[in-house]
């Protein structure tokens, strides 16, 4: 079963819950000197907070948005594939940069 964006979701908030819980018990129950040792421990912990969750969530949106633009690629490639050759032409002459590979036959 491939993980979902919801559980993904969810196991992100439940780990910025328990970092979060730990560090109000420890600022209850130590001296503030001893609650500075347990903070710096928590560094690492917060700096996979700050780095893993968000970088996840970035790549499923970008690879999302690479299948969107395969998607219209190829529906753009079929739809060019059933146009007769004097639409493709026109195009050609109006978007060069767009059709640079496309010969205009029998057009001057």
């Given at each position: 079963?491939?993980?979902?964006?919801?559980?993904?979701?969810?196991?992100?908030?439940?780990?910025?819950?328990?970092?979060?819980?730990?560090?109000?018990?420890?600022?209850?129950?130590?001296?503030?000197?001893?609650?500075?040792?347990?903070?710096?421990?928590?560094?690492?912990?917060?700096?996979?907070?700050?780095?893993?969750?968000?970088?996840?969530?970035?790549?499923?949106?970008?690879?999302?948005?690479?299948?969107?633009r395969?998607?219209?690629?190829d529906?753009?490639?079929?739809?060019?594939?059933?146009?007769?050759?004097?639409?493709?032409?026109?195009?050609?002459?109006?978007?060069p940069?767009?059709?640079?590979?496309?010969?205009?036959?029998?057009?001057?």
């Open positions: 079963m491939a993980p979902s964006s919801r559980q993904a979701t969810l196991i992100a908030v439940f780990y910025v819950l328990l970092v979060a819980g730990i560090a109000l018990t420890a600022l209850i129950e130590y001296e503030v000197d001893d609650f500075l040792k347990v903070w710096a421990v928590l560094g690492t912990l917060i700096g996979v907070l700050t780095g893993a969750i968000p970088a996840y969530f970035f790549a499923v949106a970008a690879g999302n948005a690479q299948e969107d395969a998607r219209m690629e529906k753009a490639q079929t739809l060019l594939g059933l146009a007769d050759a004097e639409l493709l032409a026109e195009a050609a002459s109006l978007r940069d767009l059709f640079g590979k496309y010969k205009t036959q029998g057009k001057s």
